[in-house]
């Protein structure tokens, strides 16, 4: 979900979540996909803390899990301190991060 594709370009389907949304109105784009055996969901965080933070069209929460079942979840930001300021990050995982955006400027 990149600047200019998907959600701001109204692509994908909405839902009403219950939490937050008085007026129960379909705002949250979501994604749904497959790549091999991983399933994907894909939603804008609404969480408290984004709608406090003012992040809930910025904080990306990755659903996932296979075909053995295993899954999980990510959360992920653009980093507000640090050296990754300014930079897409999976949270819990920022020294994953850091590295594949040094190797990405060393060319390596």
């Not at 389907?13 to 969901?41: M, V, Y």
Request: with cysteine; aromatic share 10%; net charge positive.
């Amino acid at each position: 979900m990149g600047r200019g594709h998907g959600p701001a370009q109204g692509k994908l389907p909405t839902i009403a979540p219950k939490r937050f949304n008085p007026q129960s109105e379909a705002w949250l784009p979501i994604l749904h996909t497959q790549r091999d055996a991983w399933h994907f969901t894909v939603l804008f965080s609404n969480t408290a803390r984004a709608h406090e933070l003012d992040r809930t069209r910025d904080w990306v929460v990755v659903y996932f899990y296979d075909d053995h079942h295993q899954e999980g979840q990510h959360t992920i930001v653009t980093e507000t301190r640090g050296a990754l300021i300014g930079r897409r990050v999976v949270r819990g995982r920022e020294s994953e991060c850091r590295a594949l955006y040094d190797r990405k400027s060393t060319g390596a």
